[in-house]
DNA sequence: ACGCAACAAGTCAGCCTTGACTTTCTCCCC
DNA sequence: GGGGAGAAAGTCAAGGCTGACTTGTTGCGT
């Protein structure tokens, strides 16, 4: 949804074709959604049999191919253009990345090796952060920059939550084996309400739990 | 890819139906990814279909089809559910939502609707934290703490980003018409170095720079 | 003048995902 | 003892999305 409020932001600024548009959406990196060549055309055809865009064709252009379509703004397109935008800014959605998943299943792995992800993770967090950073720093529109701290924060986020968890687990690890080559580091006053680590009947596969 | 995760880590508590791998997902409600039912049945026979899976049909059952087509996690399966645990775990990736392309084009509206709209968006993330906290307070498996922990943290950084944002917001509105009828509350010394709010060319949809 | 690398512009088969539909069975209420 | 609500179990067409491919056009080195 938000990819098609991308493309019909984009075209406020005038006519483009689908390539142009695909170009600019590469050339901010991380920032925005990633919308690949593909789509755009898809979404492009969409838009214009909808009403939202006119599509024309510039046949003797200067440019490499004898004929390019251009996408072009209907006063329905800054309709829905509006509409959309107050949509996705209202709107909320977690967004499930995969580590809720893995986290449950943490379990199966050994701790030694967990906490090892986790720490491979810690670096990826690190270097997607840098990767933002960089990609950005050369801009200063303020809504962009408002953009930008958005994915900041949520990055920000994730790493903290890595941090407290991999020293959760490794005083978990180190109750079980006092004698471990531990090389652990801090004893960890959890800022949050650390987890308690209470027994419990594991519904994590129980048919029967829950039925609606 | 965790979705895969998800399903073979269900069936290594023993064989089960689609019907029942769907049941539990959704009676986790928000904790897990969100995985239809004919997203599950596909899922399940792809897997089946590449070794990782077998799949037998029960006759004679006293279930209500007359028969059933019952998953059971093989030796390759379970290989396979370890490498994408290792991987989930591993892999960070940030999560467009949307919500930064709704912020770039936000100086298109309205700055007093702007606001408003923005703050819709908290109480929809005040909604969703209640209802993950609610749907996982009767949870004590540890691993499935951390899941949601993870979860929270999420929508925490959303809500210190929204809140910040709207100081910031506000802020501005009260610079540019300093006699609006202002029910703002308080000033607002930014916790981050907030955004400064310089007047720079805006490359929102300037098709030539960063040619690369 | 020639070949070749890179870019402009777009197309497409095929995979993933979803929502809506079907069929069978059970339960329960009148 | 009939019939309607609802659960069990699954199917399917259609839509969204992607990666790999195509086809012209420059520009550039030799």
């Not at 006092?178 to 596969?205: G, K, L, M, N, Y």
Request: aromatic fraction near 4%.
């Amino acid at each position: 949804m938000h990819k098609e409020l991308h493309l019909l932001g984009l075209l406020r600024a005038g006519p483009r074709t689908g390539y142009e548009l695909h170009r600019i959406v590469v050339a901010h990196g991380e920032l925005y959604t990633d919308l690949k060549k593909g789509n755009v055309y898809y979404l492009l055809e969409r838009l214009a049999a909808s009403g939202a865009l006119t599509v024309t064709t510039q046949p003797g252009a200067p440019g490499p191919r004898r004929e390019r379509l251009i996408y072009t703004l209907t006063d329905d397109g800054h309709r829905r253009f509006h509409d959309l935008l107050r949509a996705v800014v209202r709107d909320y959605e977690v967004a499930h990345t995969g580590i809720e998943v893995g986290m449950v299943f943490l379990g199966t792995l050994d701790p030694v090796e967990a906490i090892a992800l986790l720490e491979e993770r810690r670096e990826a967090v690190l270097a997607r952060r840098a990767v933002i950073e960089r990609e950005t720093c050369a801009v200063h529109n303020p809504h962009q920059r408002l953009a930008e701290d958005h994915l900041l924060c949520l990055v920000d986020a994730e790493m903290i939550w890595l941090e407290r968890t991999i020293r959760h687990l490794r005083t978990d690890l180190q109750h079980a084996h006092p004698t471990a080559d531990s090389v652990v580091t801090a004893p960890a006053p959890a800022t949050h309400p650390s987890p308690p680590s209470s027994r419990c009947p594991d519904v994590t596969a129980n048919p029967s739990d829950r039925p609606i």
